[in-house]
């Protein structure tokens, strides 16, 4: 009964192209993941300025008042109708 086991490993196909490019597209595509997901959480800080020209106060001609909002005309007043009983 032992004689008639085969322990020998089993026959693996050899991956094709396509395996390829998807097994190493995936590893790419979690690597980028872990990149975006750690950008998230690990912000970066930015080196503050400390140039004299922050402090000065600035031109009339550089500050531009915020334009005011014009009115919507495309909206129509809801029709009021009575509820019927």
């Given at each position: 009964?032992?004689?008639?086991?085969?322990?020998?490993?089993?026959?693996?196909?050899?991956?094709?192209?396509?395996?390829?490019?998807?097994?190493?597209?995936?590893?790419?595509?979690?690597?980028?993941?872990?990149?975006?997901?750690?950008?998230?959480?690990?912000?970066?800080?930015?080196?503050?300025?400390?140039?004299?020209?922050?402090?000065?106060?600035?031109?009339?001609?550089?500050?531009?008042?915020?334009?005011?909002t014009a009115p919507q005309i495309s909206k129509k007043p809801k029709k009021e109708t009575k509820k019927k009983r």
């Open positions: 009964m032992a004689a008639e086991l085969d322990f020998s490993p089993p026959e693996i196909p050899e991956p094709t192209f396509m395996e390829n490019v998807l097994r190493y597209g995936l590893f790419f595509g979690a690597i980028f993941q872990l990149i975006c997901v750690l950008a998230i959480i690990l912000p970066v800080s930015k080196p503050h300025k400390t140039d004299s020209d922050s402090f000065e106060p600035k031109n009339s001609e550089t500050v531009k008042k915020p334009k005011a």
